[in-house]
């Protein structure tokens, strides 16, 4: 007997829908793709248990004529093309006519549809790919297709979903999407019986942004309008006081259709480049409308990865539509080297040639975890000579210094303090008597602990890196990054814990649905670095409090920043990514460059840096400080040959 076996059309057509609806966001994509593409005007769509329970998806398009209505539910039928030639020039969402085929074969799903100038519809009723029902129904024009159970008849694909609120966000997502690429149409998202959000369907790009992502988004872009070569980019950009923590709000249409595209992505970060931070992406939204056989969408299931038949071409139409809107924003500017091209209003360096195989940055290595410094040695009660008072941070609230003062004090005429000096610490000797002093504890075989490394403060350079001198050495240390590795260290010790400052007034934060959903998964790790918010919406919370040390009293910036972090676009794992938002929270409560320091200050922080034993960097990467050796300044200066 042969081992080839031919599968039933059952199995087949839930093998072949698991390439097209892989979860509920797929199926709603493909519904309000076919909506759009009937000509609607107004979408409605409804969502119960993250889509598991029930997507219903209303339109009011030109709905399917009463013969055509069971040839819909087939594979590879479509009212789009006619045969393959046609797919050298796609304009529709749809062509290939798997959708309905797909859905229905792994779901509970009827359809009622009526065509304008007909007096009835037509109701039809198809149950895991077997049709139960054809009869006649009173409807308006439109269609109307309602979704229950899905992957009912499929329990691999099911073990396989995540939760209903992450289902849901992917959802929302997914209709954000089709809301900013058609704002011609009217689109309502409802889930659970309550209204997601609502675009009105003016046709204005601004007004749809304004709906879907609220307005502070639509206030701060700039409309991208610039044609070269057969090839037009509209849409709206991000000033350059707009940006995110992630390329989670960068959405890329090809004639109206959403796309992943390596090539936009490029043309767009180098639009942005030297206009943003490091570690932040623009957001935007931009429409390529080019000739369909000039790009090939035909070459993913989902439809959402396109090849270009001139790379180059599309790179450099989206790099200057965005660089002139910067400009316009910023007014007119000149670089060092001219670049005059049609369409380009200003004088700037063109950008790098677009590779020709493109390869994605691998992300640098795994951030090394906290290794808690060594342990000061307990001193011994009787003998020595010498006991310590330990300075307070002068970068503490004042009141909190005055408090650990007077403690410090009690402390001292009680004699209760025995705590040795370690290494080059911010620590300050007392001098007493020799006879009243304990003795310094002894290292493993005999040998004393040696005292601590004299460093004098000679100054502050720039604003930003202190001078000291030890022991024949110069060195140098950076301010921010020698306190944001103290804090990284602190935090990390502290479990990530951080002390809350309530909010006068409590802030709305608007969020992307998956920023909405690390922040509802993450809501006790939050908690504990001084986060406390509640819901306010389906993808805004409201922000009580923020961490005390929150440098520039920007928290609701840096919670959206470290929502960015834990999201991590997917990326390592939850331990790697939470470790990511300790030192952001880190880097944005340590003192900052260009900061002038008193020498109290200078001289506690740089005792603690030069402290640290066996690490040299900040959590990024970056030297905490530089050391010069006078033997090296002797050679520079000609005194040793």
């Not at 910023?330 to 369409?343: D, F, H, L, P, W």
Request: hydrophobic share 40%.
């Amino acid at each position: 007997m042969g081992k080839i076996n031919i599968l039933s059309k059952a199995a087949a057509e839930q093998i072949a829908a698991g390439e097209v609806v892989e979860r509920p966001a797929n199926a709603v994509k493909e519904m309000v793709e076919n909506s759009i593409d009937a000509g609607a005007k107004s979408v409605v769509v409804e969502i119960r248990r993250g889509g598991v329970g029930l997507i219903r998806v209303t339109d009011d398009g030109g709905g399917i004529l009463p013969e055509d209505l069971e040839r819909a539910f087939m594979r590879h039928a479509t009212s789009k093309i006619r045969d393959i030639s046609d797919l050298e020039h796609v304009a529709t969402l749809g062509f290939r006519g798997e959708a309905l085929c797909s859905i229905a074969s792994v779901s509970k799903t009827e359809m009622i549809t009526k065509t304008p100038g007909f007096d009835l519809g037509r109701r039809i009723v198809v149950e895991g790919g077997e049709t139960r029902l054809i009869e006649e129904a009173g409807c308006p024009d439109g269609t109307t297709v309602r979704v229950e159970e899905l992957f009912y008849n499929t329990p691999a694909r099911m073990k396989f979903l995540k939760k209903d609120s992450a289902e849901a966000a992917l959802v929302t997502e997914t209709c954000q999407r089709q809301a900013l690429s058609h704002p011609q149409v009217s689109l309502r998202l409802i889930r659970d019986g309550k209204d997601v959000f609502f675009t009105p369907g003016t046709g204005d790009l601004t007004d749809a942004v304004r709906a879907v992502w609220g307005k502070d988004f639509s206030v701060n872009m700039g409309e991208v309008r610039y044609k070269n070569g057969g090839i037009a980019v509209t849409g709206l950009a991000g000033k350059n006081n707009l940006s995110r923590p992630n390329r989670s709000m960068q959405v890329f249409f090809v004639n109206g259709r959403c796309v992943m595209s390596r090539v936009l992505s490029l043309a767009l970060a180098e639009a942005y480049k030297n206009e943003l931070m490091a570690g932040r992406f623009p957001v935007a939204v931009l429409n390529v409308e080019m000739e369909p056989a000039l790009c090939d969408v035909n070459v993913h299931p989902a439809k959402t990865e396109i090849k270009f038949a001139d790379d180059q071409s599309v790179y450099l139409a989206v790099y200057w539509a965005v660089k002139n809107m910067l400009a316009r924003a910023a007014g007119a500017r000149e670089a060092q080297a001219s670049y005059v091209r049609e369409g380009v209003s200003f004088k700037i360096a063109p950008p790098p040639e677009l590779p020709k195989q493109l390869k994605l940055r691998k992300p640098g290595g795994r951030f090394s975890r906290y290794t808690p410094p060594p342990k000061a040695p307990e001193p011994e009660k009787d003998g020595g000579q010498r006991v310590f008072r330990a300075e307070p941070n002068p970068l503490l609230p004042k009141k909190q210094i005055e408090r650990l003062r007077e403690e410090q004090e009690e402390k001292l005429r009680t004699g209760e303090i025995r705590t040795p000096a370690v290494g080059r610490a911010g620590i300050f000797e007392e001098t007493v008597p020799k006879s009243e002093a304990p003795a310094p504890p002894e290292a493993e075989g005999g040998s004393e602990e040696p005292a601590a490394a004299e460093v004098r403060i000679i100054g502050q350079l720039f604003a930003t890196y202190i001078l000291a001198e030890g022991e024949g050495e110069l060195f140098l240390v950076d301010q921010h990054a020698a306190h944001e590795r103290l804090r990284y260290e602190e935090l990390r010790k502290n479990g990530g814990k951080a002390a809350p400052q309530l909010l006068l007034i409590p802030v709305t934060v608007e969020l992307s649905p998956a920023e909405a959903q690390a922040a509802e998964e993450n809501r006790q790790f939050l908690n504990g670095l001084g986060f406390d918010f509640d819901e306010a919406g389906e993808s805004s919370v409201l922000l009580r409090s923020v961490p005390s040390d929150c440098s520039g009293g920007d928290g609701e910036g840096l919670f959206v920043e470290l929502l960015g972090d834990l999201m991590g676009d997917g990326r390592g794992e939850l331990e790697d990514r939470r470790d990511r938002a300790v030192y952001t929270l880190a880097c944005k409560s340590a003192i900052k460059a260009n900061k002038d320091l008193s020498p109290k200050e200078m001289e506690v922080l740089i005792g603690r840096a030069l402290a640290l034993e066996g690490i040299s960097t900040c959590p990024h990467g970056r030297p905490i400080s530089i050391k010069i050796t006078k033997y090296q300044i002797e050679k520079m200066f000609k005194r040793i040959v």
